[in-house]
C-alpha cells in the first residue's frame, strides 16, 4: 500500500495506458511509433501486475515476477522488430506504413 | 527434484543440444563447406524425433511451471514429425547464392521457435505460456523476414511481429486481470479454486480469447495470415501455417479445459459465433485468391473454424479430435506446400492459373497435389475425410438445436471448401494451356518429405489405433 494512493487511482492510468497505446497503434502511421504504441500496453501490463501483487496479494511474489518477464521479453520484441524495421527502410526507403503495402487482398 | 526429473523436459533440452551443435558446426566448418549444415540438422532433428517416441514417465517441474504428460508428449510428437518434413523440403533452398551464407541462423532460429512452442504446450503456469509463447512468436518474425533481399518478406516480418505483440499485449492486459481476480496464475490453482464468476473473470476470458485468436488467425483476427503467409519465404509459410497454428490450438484447448472450464456456458458460445464466422470469411475468400500461398492461407483460417468444432464439443472425444485432425492437417497441407515450394524453387511460378496443364508434363507431383487437395477438402480415401468425421461426430454428440445447426453450417461449409480445392485441380487436369510449366527434377529430399507427407495422409485415415491412442489422455470439461 502506498499512502494516500488507492488502487483504483493507478488502475485509471495503467487502463487508460492501455487504450492509448491501442489508439496508437491503429491510427499512427509510422512503424517506429507503432512500436512505441505497443511498448505503451506492455508497460501498462507490467505497472497492472506490480500493483495488483502489491495492493492486493502483498504476501506473493508472481506478479513481480511476471513483470520483470514482460519488461525483458518486450525489449527482445523491439530489438527484433527495429532490426526488421530497418532492413524495411532499406527495402522500401520509408517506414510509413502506407509505403509498405505490397500485398493487399 | 533431483537431477533424473530433468529428463520429463527431454524434448526441449534435445533441442537446446541440437541447436548449440549446430552453432558450433557454424564456426567449425570453413565457408565452401557450409552446405553440409542443413543434412547435419536434419539428421540431428531426425534423431530427436526418433527420441520423443520412446516412453516417459508424467510429472511436473519447476513447482508445477512445467507439465508434462502422456498427451503433450503427443502433441510434442505430432509438431516434431511436421518440423521433419519441413526440415527435408528446406535442405535444397540454400544452394542458392542469395541464402548461402545464413544455412545456420534458419535452423537456430527454426529451433528456437519450437522450443518456446514446446514450453508453451507444456505449460503449468500462464507465466511459462506467455515466455514459450514469446520465444515462439519473436523469432517467427526474423524467419518472415528472412530473404533480406526481397520487399515482401521485409513486409511479412513487420506485419507478423507488429500484428502479434499487439496480441500478446492484449493477452497479457487479460492475465493481469485473472491476477487481480484469482491471485494466483497456476493452472492448477485457477481450476480449483472457489470463486464466483464476476465480470472481471469474463473480461480475462474476453482478452485471452482475442489474443489466442490472433495466433490461430481467427475471424476477425486473421487479417495478418494471408499477407504475411505470402511475403514469407515457402517453407516459412508451411511452418507458420501448420506448427505454429497447431501449437497454438494445442495449448488453447488444454487452458479451455483446465483453467476456463467453470466458464464453459460463457465461451462456448463465443466460439460457436467465431466458428461460423471463421469458416464462412476463410472460404469465400479463398474461392477469389489466384495465388498459391493466399489461396493455402486462406484454406488454413477455414480449416481453424472447423478445428473450433471440436472444442466446442467440450468432451475428451472433441479435444482427441481436435488432436487428430492437427495430425491430418500437418501431413496434408505439408503435403501441399511440399508441391508448391517444389514449383516455386524451380520455375518461380505462384499462382493456380499458372498450373494450366500440369499434369501433362508432371503427372506424379500433380497426383500429389490432388491428394493433398482432398485431404484438405475431406474426400474420403485420404485421411482428411476421417478427420473431419470425427470432428463433425464430436459436435453432434452434443444433442442439442444449436449444435444441430452448428453442424448443418460446417457442411455447407465442407461444400463450398470442394469448389475451390478442386480449381488447382481442373487446372491441373482439365484446362488447355499451350505452354505449360516444364518437366523438372525435384530434389532427393524434398521428394522425401513429399512421400513421408503422403503416407502419412494415406496411414492415418486408416490406423484408426493412433486415433484410439489419442483418445485414451484426452479429458472434458
Redesign the interface.
Known amino acids: 500500500m502506498i499512502e494516500g494512493i488507492e488502487l483504483q487511482h493507478i488502475l485509471i492510468v495503467t487502463t487508460l495506458m492501455f487504450f492509448i497505446g491501442v489508439y496508437g497503434f491503429l491510427v499512427r502511421r509510422n512503424l517506429i511509433t507503432i512500436l512505441m504504441a505497443s511498448e505503451l500496453i506492455l508497460n501498462s501490463v507490467s505497472i497492472n501486475f506490480v500493483v495488483f501483487n502489491k495492493y492486493l496479494y502483498p504476501d506473493a511474489l508472481q506478479g513481480y515476477m511476471f513483470a520483470i518477464f514482460v519488461i525483458a521479453i518486450a525489449a527482445a520484441e523491439a530489438a527484433v522488430a527495429i532490426a526488421i524495421i530497418i532492413n524495411v527502410y532499406r527495402r522500401f526507403k520509408s517506414v510509413n506504413v502506407e509505403n509498405v503495402h505490397e500485398m493487399k487482398y | 527434484m533431483n537431477l533424473h526429473s530433468f529428463l520429463l523436459m527431454r524434448h526441449e533440452l534435445v533441442l537446446i543440444a541440437i541447436m548449440l551443435i549446430v552453432l558450433i558446426a557454424e564456426l567449425a566448418t570453413k565457408d565452401n563447406r557450409k552446405s553440409i549444415i542443413a543434412p547435419l540438422a536434419l539428421v540431428l532433428f531426425g534423431i530427436h524425433t526418433v527420441i520423443g517416441f520412446l516412453p516417459m514417465e508424467s510429472g511436473t517441474l519447476f513447482g508445477g511451471m512445467f507439465n508434462a504428460t502422456p498427451i503433450n508428449n503427443i502433441m510434442k510428437n505430432i509438431l516434431n514429425i511436421g518440423v521433419l518434413i519441413i526440415l527435408f523440403q528446406t535442405q535444397k533452398t540454400f544452394d542458392s547464392e542469395l541464402n548461402r551464407g545464413k544455412v545456420s541462423e534458419y535452423f537456430i532460429v527454426l529451433f528456437s521457435t519450437l522450443i518456446g512452442m514446446f514450453y508453451m504446450i507444456s505449460a503449468g503456469d ?2 511459462m505460456f ?2 514459450g509463447l ?1 520465444i515462439a512468436t ?2 517467427l ?2 524467419l518472415a ?1 528472412f530473404n ?1 533481399h ?3 518478406s ?5 506485419k507478423l ?2 500484428s502479434s ?2 496480441s500478446s ?2 493477452l ?2 487479460g ?3 485473472l ?2 481476480a484469482n ?3 497456476f493452472f492448477t490453482d485457477l481450476m480449483h479454486g472457489t470463486y464466483t464468476i464476476t465480470s472481471l473473470h469474463t473480461l480475462t476470458l474476453i482478452f485471452f480469447f482475442a489474443g489466442m485468436a490472433f495466433k490461430i488467425s481467427l475471424v476477425p483476427f486473421h487479417l495478418w495470415a ?2 504475411v503467409y ?2 514469407a519465404p515457402v517453407n516459412v509459410t508451411s511452418y507458420l501455417s501448420v506448427i505454429s497454428k497447431g501449437s497454438a490450438v494445442f495449448i488453447f484447448t488444454v487452458v479451455l479445459y483446465t483453467v476456463f472450464k467453470n466458464y464453459a456456458e460463457t465461451w462456448q458460445p463465443m466460439m460457436y459465433i467465431i466458428a461460423i464466422f471463421t469458416m464462412l470469411v476463410g472460404n469465400l ?1 479463398a474461392l477469389r485468391q489466384n495465388n498459391l500461398k ?1 489461396f493455402l492461407a486462406f484454406s488454413s483460417i477455414a480449416q481453424a473454424g472447423f478445428l473450433l468444432l471440436g472444442i466446442i464439443a467440450g468432451s475428451a472425444v472433441g479435444m482427441a479430435t481436435v488432436i487428430y485432425y492437427v495430425l491430418v492437417y500437418v501431413f496434408s497441407n505439408l503435403a501441399a506446400f511440399g508441391v508448391v515450394s517444389m514449383i516455386e524453387s524451380h520455375t518461380g511460378k505462384t499462382t493456380i492459373s499458372d498450373l494450366n496443364g500440369f499434369y501433362r508434363t508432371n503427372p506424379k507431383l500433380s497426383l500429389a497435389l490432388m491428394l493433398a487437395l482432398f485431404s484438405l477438402a475431406g474426400i474420403p480415401p485420404v485421411a482428411g475425410f476421417f478427420g473431419k468425421f470425427f470432428l463433425f461426430t464430436a459436435v453432434a454428440s452434443v444433442n442439442t438445436t444449436p449444435y444441430h445447426i452448428l453442424l448443418l453450417i460446417a457442411l455447407l461449409n465442407t461444400i463450398i471448401s470442394l469448389y475451390y480445392y478442386l480449381m488447382p485441380v481442373k487446372a491441373m487436369f482439365i484446362n488447355k494451356n499451350e505452354s505449360p510449366i516444364a518437366y523438372f527434377k525435384s530434389d532427393v529430399f524434398a521428394k522425401i518429405g513429399l512421400s513421408i507427407s503422403l503416407t502419412g495422409m494415406v496411414v492415418v485415415g486408416f490406423v484408426s489405433s493412433i486415433y484410439e491412442e489419442i483418445l485414451k489422455f484426452c479429458f472434458g470439461l
Open positions: 500462464f507465466l506467455y515466455i514469446e519473436i523469432p518474425a526474423a523476414a533480406r526481397e520487399n515482401k521485409a513486409e511479412a516480418g513487420i511481429l507488429l505483440t499487439l499485449g492484449i497479457l492486459y492475465l493481469s486481470m491476477y487481480a491471485g494466483s496464475l494471408a499477407d505470402e511475403g475468400f493466399r
